[in-house]
């Protein structure tokens, strides 16, 4: 058997980890601090909290059938009807997220067709995200607006004369001068996400640059989903004064007293932190991954490099045992 040299193998390892961009970035990914894969009724438990007119806007079909591979029997839908009163429904994360560090969220929810009317003349969203317990009130499309604290994945439906529809990240820090759009942070990508197909909407920010990040992908087989192209929109956070301080995430449908927007949207995951496994994001629709996953590297192709004057299969094999 080879024997192996353990100063070698230290020496050689942070090369081969710069030879495969990313992976030295990703040694120690960041782990879930909420997941919640609707297999049991949300409203029957004690997590979730429901503020507003729930009852009219959400129900757990428990007997639907899973919507891809991967996916479990039962379904959270949601009405989006502005026409109705608004109602949110939130679970807390036993943390605070704010503008100071990393954080991600995201969902998988497929937009159905069947009775969808998103009206020319209305401007309204398809919700879910972050915010605080205490400061967020229900008010998002009232102006003044009471929606304090709120970290918002949206995509609004409606093609006007403006354009749309659009996918948007929409953010409001705390509270200043009594109305919370004093304090707001908006970007939008005009795309049309597809009717009755699970995607996977991401949101990502990076406190180094202070920007947010909303991306959409769409279901492609097994456990993969694959970006849209023009599903990402990112926005500046520097400018919020004070920032925001989210310590729930939920989903949310808003009220307008008029019927500018009608959806009924299936969830099957709501997630705070890292993706869950065994979800993931492909980089082409043939299935072929693109990860920072370290330990898959060196599993794959990492053992069939080969670097000049170094026996990199040797050294490989013997830390591989």
Known sequence: ???????RIALLLPLLLLAVPGAAGAAQPSGPVFVARFGTDP??????????????????????RPHFAGDRPGTLRVLYDT?????????PLGTVLSTDEDFEFGAILTIRSARSHPAPQGFSQIAFG?????TTGLGRTLFPSDAYDLVEADYFANVTEFGGPFVSPSIFGGAVGGNAFNNFAFQS???????????????????ATERLTVSVGRYVSGASF?????????????????????????????????????AEVDYDLLYVGALPPPFRVTTTPNGHV???????????????LRLDRLDVQQDLDVFAK
Do not use: C
């Open 1 to 7: 058997m080879t024997r192996s040299n353990p100063i």
């Open 43 to 64: 409203l029957a438990g004690s997590i979730f909290q429901p503020e507003g007119d729930v009852v009219s806007r959400f129900t757990w079909i428990g007997k639907e």
């Open 83 to 91: 026409t109705l009163p608004t109602g949110r429904l939130s679970a």
């Open 130 to 134: 972050l915010w605080n317990a205490h």
């Open 189 to 207: 990508a005009e795309v049309a996400l597809p009717f009755d197909t699970p995607l996977l909407v991401q949101g990502r920010y990076d406190a």
């Open 226 to 262: 694959t970006p849209i192209p023009g599903a990402h929109a990112e926005v500046d956070l520097s400018h919020l004064a004070p920032g925001f301080l989210a310590d729930v995430t939920g989903i949310a449908a808003y009220g307008e007293g008029w019927p500018s927007l009608r």
């Open 290 to 304: 693109r990860t920072n996953d370290p330990g898959l590297l060196l599993g794959g192709r990492l053992g069939r």
